[in-house]
């Protein structure tokens, strides 16, 4: 059962923002605390940002000014620091502990979960709200080159909000970063005798593995 660990790392979630959007509304993606002071996530999240000046973490402890501690091109990963906290009055627990990366390299055909934060306006379309959305799905495919293995699901729901957002095993531990959708359009048969083709549009989450990186992120934690 994935419970125990969709709730355990949903206490981990972090929103990620543009330190120049004054209204603080603007969510460029998710991150997963790993400590009391790292957030992992992907690294196109906040590239642009970071050149800038630095990146918003709104999580469970508060809102954070972070830095680049540690990224992967190639891999699309990336591990902020919290440096100053901005404000703490998020009136959420602090997470208790924090989930592990997994030892285990993600395979075809195992199940996965993944948790992110959905953006949402409310009725006066006034106010960004962020509640919680878990799924999982199956490693259906290998995508990507050979630099860094990259894993797609099954079909499901993603926005690019999504991105950022940790995978993980049943266990609770992370196997993957949720990089965003890819498209995928499959032509089939119409009607019997027809020679049109329908089109049919699908999702499947796109992943980084974070096994074979698991030593190079340790060391920042």
């Known amino acids: 059962m994935f419970t125990t660990s969709a709730e355990s790392i949903g206490r981990c979630l972090c929103a990620l923002?543009?330190?120049t959007d004054r209204d603080e509304k603007e969510i460029l993606g998710q991150g997963c605390m790993l400590s009391d002071r790292s957030v992992l996530t992907a690294l196109h999240v906040v590239e642009e940002s970071l050149k800038a000046k630095a990146v918003l973490v709104n999580g469970p402890t508060g809102l954070w000014r972070a830095s680049l501690a540690w990224s992967s091109p190639a891999a699309d990963l990336a591990l902020l620091r919290l440096d100053i906290q901005r404000k703490t009055d998020q009136g959420l627990p602090a997470p208790q502990s924090f989930p592990t990366l997994s030892l285990d390299p993600m395979r075809l055909g195992m199940q996965v979960g993944?948790?992110?934060?959905?953006?949402?306006?409310d009725k006066d379309e006034g106010h960004k709200y962020l509640p919680q959305c878990f799924l999982s799905g199956w490693v259906s495919r290998r995508g990507g080159g050979t630099d860094h293995p990259l894993f797609m699901l099954s079909p499901g729901y993603t926005t690019l909000s999504f991105s950022g957002a940790p995978v993980f095993f049943e266990t609770g531990e992370l196997c993957g970063v949720l990089l965003g959708?890819?498209?995928v359009i499959?032509?089939?048969?119409?009607?019997s005798g027809s020679r049109h083709l329908d089109e049919y549009e699908f999702l499947l989450p796109r992943i980084s593995a974070l096994e074979p990186l698991r030593a190079k992120i340790a060391p920042h934690l």
């Open 114 to 121: 993944y948790s992110a934060l959905v953006t949402a306006l």
């Open 17 to 19: 923002m543009d330190p």
């Open 181 to 183: 959708p890819d498209l």
């Open 186 to 191: 499959s032509k089939q048969p119409g009607a």
